[in-house]
């Protein structure tokens, strides 16, 4: 397949933030974040039937299926031996640290105050990059983006009665193996198409993967029900897969730190479906934190980055 070196094309130069390109990129990242939004709350409705270390493992087998598919069908060349290790480190924080962490988080926590994880997620993942790829965001962009932060954590800190809970540990790890992870795929995404970044870390774990999912559902109770299956699908499907393609292409297409800022929004979103799909309740602080945080964002993406 010789989509490889075309692919590469439309992101090797500075793309202008009133480009139609970097229209597309910033609408793929927000694309992403609409999807990631979606599982906790998928991700509790998983736990209704599955055990946390069941729903992890079947969910890595069946999105690495997915992805697998999509590349032998489209007969897509093994990536360069150079790619593995970073192929590795979105492996290790994407497709396996970053859910199991947060699923164990989830069976003793609400969704509610593991958002704080993704609210924080943002800033890491920019720090990171910043060390990782070189990038140098200006002050302006800085000042907003820990503003954000700052708004996102107080906000979910509240909501969950400011208490720090053994799952904190586990939300603490997920926040960063998950931006290690986002850091290395973007970086990667800038030579190889987006879903391919996801696609070869999910086929990666697949010969651990199948193994843990036989083990795990051997010794861990399961009961297929509507939320389980449901929840299952979409964290396999949505959040595991589909998500991560259009969030590696908008990263590659906007840049790092401007699309991580778009994660400011995603603990509101997780909210939003907590009360829809989990009952849950917000407080009357969330119209105005949300309010604040899409200020932040609409700074973060005019500051030059």
Same mark, same amino acid.
């Given at each position: =397949?010789k989509t490889?070196?075309?692919?590469?094309?439309?992101?090797?130069?500075?793309?202008?933030?009133?480009s139609?390109?970097?229209?597309?990129g !910033?609408l793929?990242?927000?694309?992403?974040?609409?999807?990631?939004s979606?599982t906790?709350?998928?991700?509790a409705w998983?736990?209704?039937g599955f055990?946390?270390?069941?729903?992890?493992?079947?969910?890595s087998v069946?999105?690495?299926?997915?992805?697998?598919g999509?590349?032998?069908a489209?007969?897509?060349?093994?990536?360069?031996r150079r790619?593995?290790a970073?192929?590795?480190?979105v +492996?290790?924080?994407v497709?396996v640290?970053f859910?199991l962490?947060?699923t164990?988080?989830?069976?003793t926590?609400?969704?509610?105050?593991?958002a704080?994880?993704?609210?924080?997620l943002p800033?890491?993942t920019?720090?990171l990059s910043a060390?990782?790829v070189? !990038?140098?965001?200006s002050?302006t962009?800085?000042?907003a983006?820990l503003?954000?932060?700052?708004?996102?954590?107080?906000f979910?800190?509240?909501?969950?009665?400011?208490?720090?809970?053994t799952?904190d540990?586990y939300?603490?790890?997920?926040?960063?193996?998950?931006?290690a992870g986002?850091?290395?795929?973007?970086?990667?995404?800038r030579? =190889?198409?987006?879903?391919?970044?996801?696609g070869?870390?999910?086929?990666l774990c697949?010969?651990i993967?199948?193994p843990?999912?036989?083990?795990?559902?051997a010794?861990?109770?399961?009961?297929?029900?509507?939320?389980s299956v449901a929840?299952l699908?979409w964290?396999a499907?949505g959040?595991?897969f589909?998500?991560?393609?259009?969030?590696?292409?908008? =990263?590659?297409?906007?840049?790092i730190?401007?699309?991580?800022?778009?994660?400011?929004?995603?603990?509101l979103?997780?909210?939003?479906?907590?009360?829809?799909?989990?009952?849950?309740h917000?407080?009357?602080a969330a119209?105005?934190? +949300?309010?604040?945080?899409?200020?932040c964002i609409?700074?973060?993406?005019?500051a030059?980055?």
């Open positions: =397949m490889q070196s075309s692919a590469t094309a439309p992101i090797s130069i500075a793309v202008s933030t009133s139609p390109a970097h229209g597309l !910033t793929q990242a927000a694309l992403g974040v609409v999807a990631f979606l906790f709350p998928a991700t998983g736990l209704e055990g946390p270390w069941s729903l992890v493992s079947v969910r069946l999105a690495a299926l997915i992805a697998g999509c590349l032998l489209l007969r897509v060349p093994v990536p360069a790619h593995w970073g192929l590795a480190v +492996a290790a924080g497709v640290g859910p962490l947060t164990l988080a989830l069976q926590s609400t969704t509610s105050h593991a704080v994880v993704v609210g924080l800033l890491t920019a720090l060390l990782r070189g !990038t140098r965001p002050r962009f800085w000042t983006a503003a954000g932060a700052a708004a996102v954590v107080a979910t800190v509240q909501q969950s009665g400011g208490a720090l809970t799952a540990l939300l603490f790890g997920a926040l960063l193996v998950c931006a986002y850091t290395e795929g973007g970086r990667l995404a030579v =190889m198409p987006g879903w391919q970044v996801i070869w870390a999910l086929v697949l010969p993967g199948v843990a999912a036989a083990l795990a559902v010794y861990e109770p399961v009961q297929l029900t509507a939320h929840g699908l964290v499907a959040s595991q589909l998500g991560l393609v259009v969030w590696y292409r908008g =990263m590659a297409a906007i840049g730190p401007k699309a991580s800022q778009l994660q400011l929004a995603q603990p979103l997780t909210l939003v479906w907590s009360v829809l799909l989990l009952g849950e917000l407080t009357p119209p105005l934190t +949300a309010a604040a945080v899409l200020v609409a700074v973060t993406q005019r030059r980055g």
